[in-house]
């Protein structure tokens, strides 16, 4: 299986900053990388396919970056709204596997 | 708009079976890949496999022994079926659309989770 490790596992910023989150696989896996953020209580939000493609109605405050085994979401212009886990998902090969999550809270 | 709702007990017995329903509408239950995943207390998220009209059924390695997904078409509903249930299969339970792009499998649409919890 490919591990997926993100880090850091948790971060707090203030509304307007510009926050990073790594994903690395354990192996290349080009460029099938997801982001997803959840939120409790609610419905899991998909954000981001191929790395760098945005799903229809997300901000554009939301960007991903890279290829092969290190990949980014960043956040410019934080949020009240975007306090949120953040997950990346590999779809290189079966079993998908997901990083273990990026607690993002607003100071 | 896409809407999922999953449905189901709350609390199983160990060794039973756990059954579980995501009531699907918008979308047609013939297409796509009906995807669960499930998030244990305090864990990440663990993919449980998917289901494709076509036969394409996908399962983690880890429960394939265990594991069914299904559709009923004449309900529009996806359901998972994990057989011989302990403690390390309560999880919050997450049914999702996944969908294949370019070669680049996502699950764009999730309902909200149901919790289940494996106990006696």
């Known amino acids: 299986d490919i591990r997926m490790t993100q880090f850091p596992s948790s971060l707090s910023a203030s509304v307007g900053d510009r926050v990073t989150i790594t994903c690395r696989a354990s192996q290349s896996i080009s460029g099938y990388l997801n982001w997803y953020q959840l939120k409790p209580g609610k419905a899991p939000k998909f954000l981001i396919y191929s790395a760098s493609t945005l799903q229809s109605g997300v901000p554009l405050r939301f960007s991903g970056s890279g290829s092969g085994a290190d990949f980014t979401l960043t956040i410019s212009n934080l949020q009240p709204e975007d306090s949120a886990t953040y997950y990346c998902q590999q779809s290189y090969s079966t079993p998908l596997t997901f990083g273990g999550g990026t607690k993002v809270e607003i100071e | 708009q896409v809407r999922l709702q999953e449905s189901g007990p709350r609390l199983v017995k160990p060794s039973e079976t756990l059954f579980l329903t995501c009531s699907v509408s918008?979308?047609?239950?013939?297409?796509?890949?009906w995807t669960w995943i499930r998030q244990p207390p305090g864990k990440g998220l663990e993919w449980i496999g998917y289901f494709h009209y076509n036969g394409n059924t996908n399962y983690n390695p880890s429960l394939t022994s265990r594991v069914t997904i299904s559709v009923d078409r004449s309900k529009n509903e996806v359901s998972l079926r994990i057989f011989s249930v302990t403690a390390a299969d309560t999880a919050v339970y997450y049914c999702?659309?996944?969908?294949?792009?370019?070669?680049?499998?996502?699950?764009?649409?999730w309902g909200q989770g149901t919790q289940v919890t494996v106990s006696s």
């Open positions: 999702a659309r996944g969908a294949y792009d370019s070669g680049s499998y996502y699950a764009d649409f």
């Open positions: 918008g979308a047609s239950i013939y297409k796509d890949y």
